[in-house]
Every structure is written in C-alpha cells, then in structure tokens.
C-alpha cells in the first residue's frame, strides 16, 4: 500500500504525455476508464474502481492505493519522457 496527497496524484496524472493512459491500460490489461478513475475519475460504468481509499485533508486529502501498479507506471513513463526532452 501507498499514501500519497491526492493534489500530488493528479499532478502526476496531468503531467503525464498524450496517450499515457492508453498505454498503462494495455500493459494491465484493464480499460481506459479504470486508469482514469485510479487517477480520481468516476466513471465506473465504462471503468472499474482499483482499490483507491480517500481520507479527507489538506491537499486535496490522502489516497491510499492498494496497488501501485499504475503509479509506478506512471511514474517510469514520466522518467522516460522527461530523459527524452533533456
């Protein structure tokens, strides 16, 4: 499990390039919408909920993710992209 603000997840999520949630979803095998709603989407009729706990605070609250799985995969394609721009 992590714990990370929920302002500094979707600061990731936004920084991510184009096409970034597409790719996360074919490497997990999962939809679209399911990376989405990880990132704090809730479009759970095209998406499935990924184990994402809310606890109201400063920041925008703390999320708990009970995988970090497209988290770390995020934050590789950032790495990535950012190496490729410098």
Same mark, same amino acid.
């Given at each position: 499990?992590?714990?990370? =603000?929920?302002?500094?997840?979707?600061?990731?999520?936004?920084?991510?390039?184009?096409? =970034?949630?597409?790719?996360?979803?074919?490497?997990?095998?999962?939809?679209? &919408?399911?990376?989405?709603?990880?990132?704090?989407?809730?479009n759970?009729?095209?998406? =499935? =909920?990924?184990?994402?706990?809310?606890?109201?605070?400063?920041?925008?609250?703390?999320? &708990?993710?009970?995988d970090?799985?497209?988290?770390?995969?995020?934050?590789?394609?950032?790495?990535?992209?950012?190496?490729?721009? &410098?």
């Open positions: 499990m992590i714990r990370i =603000s929920f302002n500094e997840l979707r600061q990731i999520k936004d920084s991510l390039p184009d096409g =970034s949630i597409h790719k996360i979803a074919t490497a997990l095998g999962i939809t679209d &919408e399911t990376v989405r709603n990880y990132f704090g989407g809730q759970y009729r095209f998406g =499935s =909920s990924v184990g994402v706990h809310l606890e109201e605070g400063p920041n925008g609250g703390t999320i &708990e993710l009970d970090p799985a497209i988290l770390n995969m995020a934050i590789d394609i950032l790495k990535e992209y950012h190496s490729d721009v &410098e």
